[in-house]
């Protein structure tokens, strides 16, 4: 099956600032696709471009099989999207938006509409205005996952959700993605939910994906700390590869070491004698937080 | 004061975000009204011929009474308008700065550093009062730099300032009743609609002896108006105008007490659970229907007054031979009543124009709001999208033009007793107004499709034209400036000769701009 999503070296520029810059991106269908990178890292700029309502100046992007562009409304059918900052019309109530919403991609499942209104807690008889952005948040979510389509776009969906909102939120991605195999690009900055939900991820930073994996691809990427009480000195362990950080006191070292180098470091450790070892596996908030500093570009 | 805490500091905000509207606005009134003393001057250097200008009833609905024979009286009078104008752009201020602050969310961001709980209002009323503060200070030295007395060019001020500061007192009002801006502008626009058709309808009825001249006396315009600058400058009734405005804003400061921030006193009614819109035209429909309701009813309220003084003003200048005969050759009083017929429906249809450049500008406020962006997102197209705006903004001044055309055909064929002759000769004069109002729609999507951030360039199209209807209505204007405006193409109808040449031509014009428009709107990010 192809990619439900591909994009290769897509460039967008505002004036003299680059959203984009080369962005690669393959969202395999079936697939729940983290989509993670720092504020203003082109995120928003990457849906919108899938969506075909920006333009890109370079690059190719195809969506289910189709161009975002010329295809859209086609494409439109097939797919729902739940924009970071929903606005809603001041005088429609919820219900109507949602209603709104299904019938113009295509038609509205009155059942699941009704779970989903129960199961999100919401109220579809407020007008848009009475809503907390929590709750037109829950109304977006609502009308796209009631709707029958391949691919969900969620940029950045629960950012103004409670935990308990937020439970129910990943309760129901797992659903449509394990039961009925719809794939979902998910921008997100919640560690948990991104490792609760994605098979793969990709980590875009100033409009260039950094990295892109599995999680646990990614954390080879990343170094594990050991706590070491040594019966020698210390000897030859400052100048093995991948070792970072190296502390001694009193017979105990600690030191970082590159997570794909850790074999011949524990070859050396046993080597001199170990009394004692600890060693932390590296954490996905050290991961994101070094991918997201301007050096982590290679 | 603790609740007008951090007042100094919106008032900057306030400034710095008006600093280019603001000025333009005053310093254009204030030439425009000062320019009239030279000009008026010229054209009717008598008192007679003052007083046989401003006998025609048209004038009079329009601007009021003259209440004397000097150039200021005069000058005042022919300026009927600009009160008018004042006013709108006091109330627009107002609600700007404050209920729309609210219905954003940005004042619940201002509101959390040290703002008191009555600044917003506080700062809002002061820029809007101190604005036409100014604007009466320019107008009184540069009406006295004209030669006119120092004591009416204060009066004159006075009354200018009166009318804005009221106004902005009414908007001030109207922003705490309801949670959302488009309703408070609606209440505080209708109440500024209802006190200018009572002046008139007032001072209609006192200058033909009629019951009604109390009338008048209900409206605020009126009052101000009454001040007379340059005859009796009545300053007691500046007094009256000043006292009322006080009331306002302490009844707006009442009201704000008793509500929270962002909510109205108007309760918020409860909506469907499910929605029966399903199509984006259904969608256009919720969108455009206020807006399509508020300014029919109001186009049928401006055909009921002028097709009800239009037999007044056959009757008034076929007492004056000098001017029987010159419109003898014009064809006679039908052809004189025909010539203010066809005078309002220029009028009729430049004001459609306005509307047609805001109901296409609802694009524009869809695309800036976000709102657009769920809606494309689904199987709607931009051609679907977009042309369902455009139905409302086409078709939607068509329908009021066709209400003022009944209107006024209705009320003037009954007071001649000529309905079934009357009704059809003013429903084609109306609607002839068509092909140039969509020049001006047309020219709105062009912008709205090639330089969205540049949308509100559109209103330009609707202010030049109208300012060249107000100019060359009572000034010779060189030619090629009234050619700019395509209502000078449009036939004078009723009783002008119709060739289909311009009206073609104006059609095609609207056609192939608002196509490309479209194209160009087809092309671009959007939301850009
Ligand atoms: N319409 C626009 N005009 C100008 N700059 C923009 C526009 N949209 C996005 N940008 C810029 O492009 C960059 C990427 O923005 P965005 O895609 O919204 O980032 P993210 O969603 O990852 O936070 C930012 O620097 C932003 O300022
Ligand atoms: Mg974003």
Not at chain 1, 89 to 118: F, H, Q, T, Y
Not at chain 1, 277 to 283: A, D
Request: aromatic share 6%; net charge neutral.
């Amino acid at each position: 099956m192809p990619a439900a999503i591909s994009t290769e070296g897509l460039v967008k520029s505002f004036g003299q600032t680059y959203a984009l810059d080369g962005l690669d991106l393959t969202v395999e269908s079936g697939e729940v696709h983290g989509f993670l990178g720092p504020n203003g890292a082109g995120k928003t700029t990457t849906i919108r471009i899938l969506l075909g309502m920006t333009r890109a100046d370079e690059g190719t992007a195809r969506v289910l099989d189709g161009d975002p562009w010329s295809d859209a409304t086609d494409l439109h059918r097939r797919l729902a999207y739940v924009p970071g900052d929903v606005t809603l019309w001041p005088n429609l109530s919820g219900g109507e938006a949602i209603d709104l919403l299904g019938r113009m991609r295509g038609g509205v499942d009155k059942k699941r509409k009704a779970e989903l209104l129960e199961r999100f807690d919401l109220d579809p008889r407020k007008k848009a205005r009475a809503y907390s952005k929590g709750n037109r948040q829950k109304v977006a979510l609502v009308a796209a996952f009631a709707s029958d389509v391949e691919l969900l776009l969620l940029d950045e969906p629960t950012s103004g959700l409670d935990p308990l909102m937020e439970e129910v939120f990943r309760e129901v991605v797992q659903e449509i993605s394990d039961r009925e195999g719809r794939t979902v690009l998910l921008s997100s900055h919640i560690l948990s939910e991104v490792e609760a939900l994605c098979d793969r991820v990709t980590i875009i930073r100033s409009g260039r994906a950094v990295e892109s994996g599995t999680l646990s691809e990614l954390r080879h990427l990343t170094r594990t700390s050991i706590q070491a009480e040594l019966v020698g000195p210390m000897n030859g362990l400052a100048q093995l590869s991948g070792v970072h950080d190296l502390r001694e006191d009193d017979g105990r070292v600690r030191f970082d070491v590159d997570t794909d180098q850790i074999n011949p470091v524990l070859r050396q450790l046993t080597e001199i004698g170990v009394r004692s070892l600890v060693s932390q596996p590296p954490s996905l908030e050290e991961l994101f937080l070094r991918l997201y500093e301007p050096e982590a570009v290679k | 004061m603790k609740t007008l805490a951090g007042t100094s500091g919106l008032i900057r905000l306030i400034l710095r975000r008006d600093r280019i509207v603001l000025p333009i606005w005053i310093v254009f009134l204030v030439a425009i009204s000062v320019s009239y003393v030279k000009q008026y001057g010229d054209l009717f250097p008598t008192p007679d011929s003052r007083v046989k200008y401003a006998s025609n009833a048209g004038f009079i609905t329009l601007y009021g009474e003259l209440s004397g024979t000097s150039l200021g009286e005069f000058v005042t009078w022919r300026l009927g308008f600009v009160p008018v104008m004042i006013g709108l752009i006091s109330i627009l201020t107002v609600i700007r700065h404050t209920r729309v602050e609210e219905e954003t969310g940005r004042r619940e961001l201002l509101g959390a550093t040290v703002v008191g709980r009555h600044a917003q209002l506080a700062a809002a009323l002061t820029v809007t009062l101190g604005a036409n503060l100014v604007l009466a200070i320019l107008l009184a030295l540069g009406m006295h730099s004209q030669n006119l007395p120092l004591s009416g060019s204060i009066a004159i001020g006075i009354e200018y300032a009166g009318t804005g500061w009221l106004f902005a007192a009414v908007g001030a009002v109207a922003a705490q009743l309801s949670a959302s801006a488009g309703t408070a502008r609606g209440i505080a626009i209708g109440t500024l609609g209802a006190a200018y058709i009572l002046r008139a309808a007032g001072d209609t009825s006192a200058h033909t002896h009629g019951p009604l001249a109390w009338l008048r006396w209900l409206s605020p315009i009126a009052w101000a108006q009454q001040i007379h600058p340059y005859g009796q400058n009545r300053w007691w009734l500046g007094v009256l105008v000043l006292a009322a405005t006080v009331v306002l804003v302490a009844v707006a400061i009442y009201l704000s007490v008793r509500r929270d921030v962002g909510s109205g006193l108007l309760p918020d009614k409860l909506g469907p659970a499910d929605g029966n819109l399903g199509s984006p035209l259904a969608l256009a429909w919720r969108l455009h229907r206020g807006l399509l309701a508020a300014w029919t009813v109001g186009f049928a309220l401006l055909g009921l007054l002028f097709g009800g003084v239009a037999k007044g003003v056959g009757d008034m200048m076929r007492d004056d031979p000098g001017i029987q005969e010159a419109f003898q050759r014009m064809g006679g009083a039908s052809g004189l009543i025909d010539s203010f017929l066809a005078g309002v429906m220029l009028l009729v249809g430049l004001i459609a124009s306005a509307y047609a450049v805001q109901a296409t500008l609802r694009m524009r406020v869809e695309e800036s709001s976000g709102r657009v962006e769920p809606v494309l997102a689904t199987a709607t197209s931009r051609w679907q999208w977009a042309a369902s705006h455009l139905v409302f903004s086409l078709l939607g001044p068509a329908v009021a033009l066709l209400a003022a055309g009944v209107a006024e055909g209705l009320a003037y064929g009954a007071a001649i007793g000529d309905v079934g002759g009357q009704l059809p000769r003013l429903i084609g004069a109306a609607l002839a107004q068509l092909p140039a109002v969509w020049v001006l729609a047309a020219i709105a999507i062009a912008i709205f499709g090639f330089f969205p951030q540049l949308s509100m360039v559109s209103w330009a199209g609707p202010v030049i034209c109208i300012l060249i209807g107000l100019v060359s209505a009572g000034v010779a204007t060189a030619s090629w400036i009234r050619d700019i405006s395509p209502f000078t193409h449009l036939p004078s109808l009723p009783g002008g000769s119709v060739t289909a040449g311009p009206l073609i031509a104006l059609l095609a014009i609207a056609i192939v701009v608002g196509f490309a428009g479209l194209i160009g709107l087809r092309r671009r990010d959007l939301p850009a």
